[in-house]
């Protein structure tokens, strides 16, 4: 990604918020900042998503569920891309969380497709050398 260099004034309130989370984090400042105005943007951009944190990072997921958009996604394409499909698989959800998930990969498809990718290609051994508890020793059940 191409980067700009540009001065903002910020209130004094956020400066310290973001110096709070940069020094939980161990990230600089403007990483934080950067990162925070990113989400803000694609959240103004597609209403209906939020971002959380995880074991692997930042993800954007559908607001009020605990559903990644990419395993959204991932459903989606393992349907055939069929809509009615995808509606019957999360029925619970309504139709403008639905359009909210489908609108985001279409503007971020690369972002969603990157991670469905790196899902498809663990592993169960890089699994188990990750979280070693889950493995079943000496064979029992």
């Known amino acids: 990604m191409t980067t700009v260099q540009k001065s903002i004034r910020l209130p004094e309130e956020a400066v310290k918020e973001i110096e709070a989370l940069a020094a939980g984090t161990g990230r600089d400042f403007s990483g934080i900042a ?3 105005l990113i989400e ?4 103004r951009r597609c209403p209906g998503v939020t971002f959380a944190d995880g074991p692997t990072g930042r993800r954007a997921r559908i607001a ?4 990644d958009i990419w395993e959204f996604i991932a459903t989606f394409k393992n349907l ?3 809509y009615d499909k995808l509606k ?3 029925h619970w959800l309504s139709d403008p969380q639905v359009r909210s998930a489908l609108a985001y990969y279409a503007l971020y498809p690369n972002e969603i497709d990157e991670k469905i990718t790196r899902n498809e290609d663990i592993t169960q051994e890089q699994v188990i050398k990750r979280f070693p508890f889950l493995s079943n020793p000496a064979g029992k059940t």
């Not at 803000?40 to 959240?43: F, I």
């Not at 009020?64 to 559903?67: A, D, H, K, R, S």
Request: charged share 35%; proline share 0%.
């Open 88 to 90: 019957e698989t999360y």
């Open 80 to 82: 055939g891309e069929k």
């Open 40 to 43: 803000a943007v694609k959240m």
């Open 34 to 36: 950067r990162d925070l």
């Open 64 to 67: 009020g569920t605990g559903i």
